[in-house]
């Protein structure tokens, strides 16, 4: 799944609830690899911030992550993300086409891992 925001975005409460929601309803809530670019983001309240760090609602049935940034500000958001704890992979890269390659090899070594346990 990839998903890209409209430029200025600014993620508070309300609008991390709803692209949880949207995201979820998206992959029919199942697990996941996701490639976020959160170039255009221009700020994440804490509380946002916070909710979205949670097992339990942001980081909800999410396999692998990899994340965009290509500005100061979205590097700052990418940095907080990738410190926080996870039960995925998660990688910080400045473009798409990188991100992109990553996330399909860490799907393939996932696959062939799930294929050998058979």
Known sequence: MFIEFSAGL???LEVAKELLANRLQFTKNEKHYLVLDLSNVKEV???AKEFMQQP???LTNILGSALIATNPVSALIAN???KTKKDFQARFFPDKESA???ISEHQKMRNVHK???F
């Open 10 to 12: 600014k993620v508070n």
């Open 45 to 47: 309240s804490s509380e």
């Open 56 to 58: 339990e609602s942001g």
């Open 80 to 82: 907080i993300f990738m």
């Open 100 to 102: 992109i390659d990553w």
């Open 115 to 117: 294929n050998d346990s």
